[in-house]
C-alpha cells in the first residue's frame, strides 16, 4: 500500500472516529487539508503532502513580526522537545510547525503521533507564544 492510501486511509478514520478532535477534511491541488479542533484557538489545519520517498505535514501557527526574538526564541527552545514536529518559518514568515516521514515510516501509528504532537504542541506553546509576539510588538512599539 502506497503513502497516499495509507493517509487517505487513516484520514477516513479520524473523520469516523466521534472521539477524534478532526472535524474536516479535503484533497486541496493534491495536498490534503485536515482540521482539527483545539481548546488554545478554535482549529488548526494541518497540510499533509505525498512526495516521492516522504511525507510533509505543516501546520500554521502564527505571524512573525520582524522584532519577535522573544516569540522565535521561545519557538526554537520548544523544538528540543519535539520529535516529530518543529517550529520553522514558512516562506511569508509565518511561524509553522512542519515535520516530515519517511516513506517506510508513513503508518497509522506515525500519523496519529504526528498529528497528536501537532494538537499537543499548539495547545502547550500557542498562548504563550502569542504573549510574547505582544509584548515583542509593545516593545517596538
Known sequence: MGMRQILEGRIESWLDDTGSTVEYAEEVDGRWAVR???????????????GERSLWYEAY??????????????????NMKGWRAHFALDREDGLVLRGRLA???????????ALGEIY??????????????TSDREKSG
Do not use: G, N
Open 61 to 78: 501557527v502564527l505571524p512573525v513580526a520582524e522584532a519577535s526574538r522573544d516569540l522565535l526564541a521561545q519557538a526554537l527552545l520548544r
Open 103 to 113: 516513506e517506510e515510516h508513513v503508518t497509522d501509528l506515525e500519523l496519529d503521533l
Open 120 to 133: 499537543d504542541t499548539i495547545e502547550v506553546s500557542f498562548r504563550p507564544l502569542v504573549r510574547a509576539l
Open 36 to 50: 482539527m479542533r483545539q481548546e488554545a484557538r478554535d482549529a488548526t489545519t494541518v497540510w499533509f503532502d505525498v
